[in-house]
C-alpha cells in the first residue's frame, strides 16, 4: 500500500479516537449529573447515557484506538527512520499517556455501569481536558517537528492547561450561582403565594 494511504488512515484513526475519548467523558459528567435528578427521571436518564456510552466506546473507542495503532506502526514499519527523531519519541510517549488515558475512561465505563459514580461532574471534567492537552502536545510535535522549542512549548501547553481548568472552574461557578438564582425566585414565588 502506498505510504501516503497508510498515513491518512493513521490520522482518520486518530481523529475518531479523540472524537471518542472527548465524547465519551462527556456522558460520564452527565451520567454523574443524572444521579442528582428525581426518582422519575434518574433510571431513565442513566439507562439512555449508559446505552450512548457503550455504543460509543465499543462501535467508535477500541476500533479507532487499534486503528491508530496498527496504522501508526505501519507507518514506523515503511518508514523507520521517523525514529531518529526526538519528537517521534515524544509524541509516542503522549500516545503512550494517550492509551493509559483511554484504559482510565475503560474503568469508568464499567464503574458506571455498576452504578458505582466515584468522581464528581468537576473531576470528570477537569479529567476531559487532558484529552485536549494531550491532542496539542501531539499536533504540535507531528507538524513543528522540532524539540529545541520543547521548554517554550511546554511552557505553553501548561498554560493553555490552566486556562482550559481555569474555564471550567468558571463554569462551575456559573452554573452554582444559576441554581441559586433558581431556588431563589422559587422561594419568593412561593412566599408570595402565602402572602396572597
Known amino acids: ?6 498515513k491518512a488512515l493513521h490520522i482518520i484513526f486518530v481523529v475518531c479516537w479523540f472524537a471518542a475519548l472527548f465524547y465519551i467523558v462527556r456522558l ?3 451520567t454523574a449529573e443524572a444521579q442528582k435528578k428525581d426518582d422519575i427521571a434518574k ?3 442513566t439507562e439512555q447515557l449508559l446505552i450512548m456510552q457503550t455504543k460509543l466506546w465499543y462501535i467508535i473507542g477500541w476500533p479507532s484506538l487499534f486503528g491508530t495503532y496498527i496504522f ?3 507507518m514506523l514499519w515503511e518508514n523507520p527512520s521517523y525514529l531518529e527523531f526526538s519528537w517521534m519519541w515524544l ?3 503522549a500516545v503512550g499517556v494517550l492509551t493509559v488515558y483511554h484504559f482510565g475512561c475503560q474503568r469508568i465505563l464499567s464503574q458506571q455501569k455498576k452504578g458505582l459514580f466515584r468522581l464528581s461532574s468537576l473531576k470528570l471534567r477537569l479529567l476531559n481536558e487532558l484529552a485536549t492537552v494531550l491532542l496539542v502536545a501531539i499536533v504540535f510535535l507531528v507538524v513543528v517537528k522540532s524539540t ?6 511546554l511552557l505553553g501547553l501548561l498554560g493553555f492547561a ?3 481548568m481555569i474555564g471550567v472552574l468558571i463554569y462551575k461557578k456559573s452554573r452554582k450561582q444559576d441554581k441559586i438564582d433558581e431556588l431563589t425566585k422559587k422561594i419568593d414565588s412561593t412566599s408570595n403565594g402565602k402572602r396572597e
Open 1 to 6: 500500500m502506498d505510504f501516503s494511504y497508510i
Open 28 to 30: 460520564f459528567i452527565y
Open 43 to 45: 433510571p431513565i436518564l
Open 72 to 74: 501508526g506502526f505501519w
Open 91 to 93: 509524541k509516542l510517549i
Open 148 to 153: 529545541s522549542g520543547l521548554f517554550v512549548g
Open 162 to 164: 490552566a486556562t482550559l
